[in-house]
Nanobody, 123 residues
Framework: QVQLVESGGDLVQAGGSLKLSCAAS????????MSWYRQTPGKERELVAA???????NYADSVKDRFTISRDNAKNTLYLQLNSLKSEDTAVYYC?????????????????WGQGTQVTVSS
């Protein structure tokens, strides 16, 4: 099993910056891609950014050129740098780790989620 703990959420003014962290523990050997999602009340959780274990990244159009995802595999930590924040970025941000163990008789995979961290942007 893998445990994910997010931190770094806060109240910030529009135009400001934050850095979110997600620390992974447990059986982290088989974590492959990691990603950040966000959710606001009444809406579905949406993908913000993702990164493979080799460092390939992709972003939602709404955050391109403002957010940067990165990971430190040695520290088992995922990051999200949020710049030029807008009120519409207000949400609970969740970290997800895709766990993939390849086996002779098939693969075992599972998605683990953190508990979320609140980001509030005041206009």
């Amino acid at each position: 099993q893998v445990q994910l703990v997010e931190s770094g959420g806060d109240l910030v003014q529009a135009g400001g910056s934050l850095k979110l962290s997600c620390a992974a523990s447990g059986d982290t050997r088989y974590i492959s891609a990691m990603s950040w999602y966000r959710q606001t009340p009444g809406k579905e959780r949406e993908l913000v950014a993702a990164i493979t274990n080799r460092g390939t990244t992709n972003y939602a159009d709404s955050v391109k050129d403002r957010f940067t995802i990165s990971r430190d595999n040695a520290k088992n930590t995922l990051y999200l740098q949020l710049n030029s924040l807008k009120s519409e970025d207000t949400a609970v941000y969740y970290c997800k780790a895709h766990w993939l163990k390849r086996g002779v008789y098939g693969d075992t995979e599972y998605d683990y989620w953190g508990q979320g961290t609140q980001v509030t942007v005041s206009s």
